[in-house]
């Protein structure tokens, strides 16, 4: 669950910045995440909301594609207890 939100977070960067809030308007995440996902999650996820479940599940459902500096923010993210 904690990967979710932490793609999420990512991915509300990236979708953020293809589809129209600005990506430091994201609710989730943090700054290495918004830095090293934002890529992931216009590839695997845009279209979905940043904030929404679905980006979660998109993450989650792509976890093996997203590029290694992604993932060790999210493991990183998810060590730190989300913050």
């Known amino acids: 669950m904690r990967s979710t939100i932490l793609a999420l977070g990512l991915i509300t960067v990236a979708t953020s910045a293809l589809a129209a809030p600005d990506a430091s308007a994201s609710k989730r995440g943090n700054k290495d ?3 090293y996902c934002s890529g992931d999650a216009v590839t ?3 279209g979905n909301d940043p904030d929404s479940s679905e980006m979660d599940a998109c993450f989650k ?4 594609k997203i590029s290694e500096n992604c993932r060790r923010a999210i493991t990183a993210y998810k060590g730190s207890g989300g913050k």
Do not use: A, G, Q, V
């Not at 459902?61 to 093996?64: E, L, Q, T």
């Open 33 to 35: 995440l918004k830095t």
């Open 44 to 46: 695997f996820c845009s």
């Open 61 to 64: 459902k792509n976890m093996d």
